[in-house]
C-alpha cells in the first residue's frame, strides 16, 4: 500500500510530527536538553526513545470487508498504527507511552468518489465509524478513530490517492483539484502552469486539500486572504446520501452558500473528494522589513495601525521578545513584528514604506537598510518565493516555525508540557485578554505543580477588526504519562475557559475536533447546534460520519 501519507519523500511517523530520522538530531537534542535545564531548572531531561512498530500490541481488527472494498482495504499494523491519533500533545505522549489500544480497525485507500460511496455505503449499513482523513496533522483530536465509541468498528478513510490537479481554467485563474492532494504535490502540478494556490499552513507539508477545507484551515497570508474559505470556487461531497457538487462561481447572493455548510465540516457531514480553487500567478515581487519594540504593547498597536491601512501584507506577524529569544529570530530583548508583501503584478515600495511608517508611529525602530526588496523572472520556482523576506530575523523565525512540530515532539519526550493554542479577538478586547490568559496558564501550571513555565505570544494573523493571538505553553511535567496529561487538561482548560470569559474564539484556524468541543458547544448558539443537527440527520441518517465531532451522533 505503500507509506502513510505519501506528502513526500520518506516514511511518514506513524507516532508523531513528519518524517521517520527527521527529528532533532543528537547535538539539537543536547541544546535542547540544556536549554530546558537552565531556562526550567529541569533536571531528568533524558529523552524517552520513539517507538516502534513491532513494539505495539494492537488488538485484532473487529470487522472485515466485504469483497467488493478489500482491494482498497488494509489492517497492516504502521497503517493502522499511523491512523489512531492525529499530532496533538495528547496524542504524541499517548504514542511514546506506546498506547495505541483503539487504532482503527480498518484503513480504507479509496481510489475515487465511487469509491468513497461505496464505503459510506457499507459503513452505514452496518453502523461502522468512518472517520475522513486528511494527511493526519490534526492537533485537536480531529481524526481518532477510537473516540468514535462503542460501536462494531471504525474505518479511517485516507484519501492519499485522489492527490490529482484535474483541470486548470487559465483565463478563470482556478483549479479543478482533488481533496487527497498534499501541498508539495500540489504546488508541484501547479508550477508548470504558472500558478499557485498560495495556502501555506505550518502543517503544508503533511496536510491536504480536503483537511485545509474541512477545518477551515489558516494560511500563509497574515492579512486579506487568510483562510482556505477564500480560494474556493465550488466543492464536490460525498455523503451517506449521495454526492453534494457545488455550483462553480465566483460569487453569489442565492441563499445561504452551500460551501459553507461543508467548509469547517470536520468530516461529519461528507468527505471532500474535490474542489474547484482559486489560484494566483507566482509572486515575483517582494518586500520586507523587522520592526523592533520595547512593549509588545507598542508592536499589537503597530500592527493594528497596518491592518487597518488596507495595505494587505502577506506577513504582519508580531512576536514577544520571549517568543523571539526562543526561536532564534533574537537575543530578545526586543519585540518584533515581521512585515512582507509580495505580488506578480507590480514593485512593492510603497507598501513596505508605508508599513513601516506604520510601525515608527507607535515607536517601532527599523535600522538603515532595514527594508528589503527584490524582484524576480516570470519564471522564478516557487521555492525562491520567500527568500528575500526570509532572511535575517524573518528567515530565522521561518525556520524555527517549520522545525516547531519537531521540537515540540522532542520536548514531550524529555518529559515537558509543550502546548499550543489560538484564538481571535476584537481590538478592543485584545489587551485584556493577553494579561488574563498569561496569568490564568501561569496560575493553572502552578496548581498542578508544572509552574512556573513560560508562555509566549505572536500575532498570527491580523484584521482590521482584530488579532489572531498564537500562545506557547512549556513546562516542566511529570514523568508518568497519564499525570502529565492531567496537567495538561488542567492548563487547556484554564486557558479556554478564559478565552470565553473575555469574549474570543476557541480557535481561529486549528479546528474543533474533540479536544475544543465543550468550548465551542458554549460558543455557538444553540438554535445552530439544533439546524446542524439536523443537516447531519439529513445527509448521514445513520451517524456513522466522525461521530462526537461538532455535534453528539
Not at 508548470?192 to 498560495?198: A, I, K, L, Y
Request: charged residues 20%; aromatic residues 6%.
Amino acid at each position: 500500500m505503500g507509506s502513510m501519507g505519501a506528502a513526500t519523500g520518506g516514511r511518514r511517523s506513524f507516532w508523531g510530527w513528519g518524517l521517520e530520522g527527521a527529528g532533532l538530531d543528537p547535538a539539537e537534542q543536547d541544546a535542547l536538553a540544556a536549554l530546558v535545564s537552565s531556562g526550567l531548572g529541569v533536571g531528568d531531561v533524558e529523552p524517552v526513545p520513539p517507538p516502534t512498530v513491532d513494539e505495539l500490541d494492537l488488538p485484532d481488527p473487529r470487522v472485515r470487508p466485504p469483497a467488493s472494498l478489500r482491494p482498497i482495504c488494509t489492517d497492516e499494523p504502521y497503517e493502522r498504527a499511523g491512523h489512531t491519533y492525529g499530532k496533538s500533545f495528547r496524542d504524541v505522549l499517548r504514542g511514546l507511552a506506546r498506547d495505541f489500544r483503539r487504532p482503527p480497525d480498518l484503513v480504507a485507500l479509496p481510489r475515487d468518489a465511487a469509491d468513497v460511496a461505496a464505503l459510506l455505503d457499507w459503513c452505514g449499513a452496518e453502523g461502522i465509524a468512518a472517520v475522513p482523513y486528511g494527511g493526519g496533522s490534526s492537533v485537536v483530536g480531529g481524526v481518532e478513530a477510537g473516540a468514535c465509541g462503542d460501536g462494531p468498528g471504525a474505518v479511517s478513510i485516507d484519501l492519499r490517492r485522489l492527490d490529482r490537479v484535474l483541470e486548470v481554467d487559465a483565463s478563470s485563474r482556478a483549479a479543478r483539484i482533488e481533496g487527497g492532494v498534499y501541498g508539495p504535490a500540489l504546488e508541484g502540478q501547479l508550477r508548470p502552469h504558472g500558478v499557485t494556490m498560495r495556502h501555506f499552513p505550518q502543517s503544508f507539508e503533511f496536510s491536504t486539500l480536503g483537511g485545509w477545507l474541512a477545518t477551515r484551515s489558516g494560511g500563509h497570508y497574515a492579512t486579506l486572504h487568510t483562510h482556505i474559505d477564500d480560494f474556493v470556487e465550488s466543492m464536490t461531497v460525498v455523503t451517506p446520501r449521495g454526492t453534494v457538487e457545488t455550483r462553480r462561481l465566483p460569487g453569489s447572493g442565492a441563499g445561504p452558500s452551500p460551501d459553507r455548510l461543508f467548509l469547517g465540516s470536520e468530516g461529519i457531514l461528507g468527505v471532500i473528494t474535490e474542489a474547484w480553487m482559486r489560484v494566483q500567478d507566482r509572486p515575483r515581487h517582494r518586500a520586507s522589513a523587522v520592526a523592533r519594540f520595547a512593549t509588545f504593547e507598542a508592536g499589537a498597536a503597530a500592527a493594528r495601525a497596518v491592518a487597518q491601512a488596507g495595505l494587505h501584507p502577506s506577513n504582519c506577524r508580531l512576536l514577544d521578545a520571549t517568543e523571539a529569544l526562543i526561536t532564534g529570530t533574537s537575543d530578545g530583548s526586543a519585540h518584533l513584528l515581521l512585515l512582507a508583501f509580495e505580488s506578480a503584478d507590480h514593485p512593492l515600495d510603497p507598501w513596505i514604506r508605508r508599513a513601516v511608517e506604520c510601525a515608527r508611529d507607535h515607536g517601532g525602530t527599523v535600522g538603515d537598510g532595514g527594508i528589503r526588496t527584490s524582484s524576480e523572472p516570470g519564471d522564478a520556482p516557487a521555492e525562491g518565493a520567500d527568500h528575500a523576506h526570509h532572511e535575517g530575523a524573518a528567515g530565522a523565525w521561518r525556520n524555527a516555525f517549520l522545525r516547531a512540530p519537531y521540537m515540540r515532539d522532542a520536548l514531550i519526550g524529555m518529559g515537558l508540557i509543550s502546548e499550543t493554542f489560538e484564538t481571535a479577538v476584537t481590538w478592543d478586547r485584545f489587551e485584556r485578554l493577553h494579561a488574563a490568559v498569561t496569568t490564568a496558564v501561569t496560575d493553572a501550571l502552578k496548581d498542578v505543580g508544572a509552574g512556573p513555565g513560560i508562555v509566549t505570544c505572536r500575532f498570527t494573523h491580523v484584521y482590521p477588526d482584530g488579532p489572531a493571538p498564537y500562545f506557547t505553553v512549556i513546562a516542566a511535567g511529570a514523568r508518568e504519562p497519564a499525570a502529565r496529561l492531567a496537567q495538561w487538561d488542567a492548563v487547556k482548560a484554564a486557558a479556554s475557559d478564559t478565552l470565553m470569559a473575555h469574549g474570543a474564539t476557541i480557535t481561529h484556524h486549528h479546528a474543533v475536533g474533540r479536544d475544543h468541543r465543550r468550548w465551542y458547544d458554549r460558543q455557538r448558539p444553540d438554535l445552530f447546534a439544533d439546524a446542524l443537527r439536523a443537516a447531519k440527520r439529513e445527509l448521514d441518517p445513520a451517524g456513522i460520519l466522525n461521530p462526537g465531532v461538532l455535534i453528539d451522533p
